[in-house]
């Protein structure tokens, strides 16, 4: 079966930076060693009609756009920081991360700014 995220030229192979917390060492908090992992993604700029459901902080930043790919990316969570997505010579922080099943290719739609 055709799979448009990896046999199709409008998506690009992007490299994510995954933090997986870290623990408390004699009450210091050690930071566990980021991994990474490349992702298929296509890059979509972000409508204005889009840009008005955000959050103000996003709506202020200098950069920000939404990308689909078939692989589920992490946003903060307590302890653990954001997944951090490389594009265009800039890191891109995870905000916002939606599942989609339509057309029965799962994927999710992610919201990145730098």
Known sequence: MFNPFTQSGIFKKLVVTRYAGGANVKGVFVANTPTTLTIDASIQPIKTSELKN??????????????????????????????SVAYNGKDFDVWQVNKWDALHLPHYEV???C
């Open 54 to 83: 955000l959050p103000d902080e996003l709506r202020r930043a200098a950069c920000v756009v939404k990308l689909f790919t078939a692989t589920e990316l992490k946003t903060v969570a307590e302890g653990v920081q954001a997944d």
């Open 111 to 113: 919201i990145i700014k």
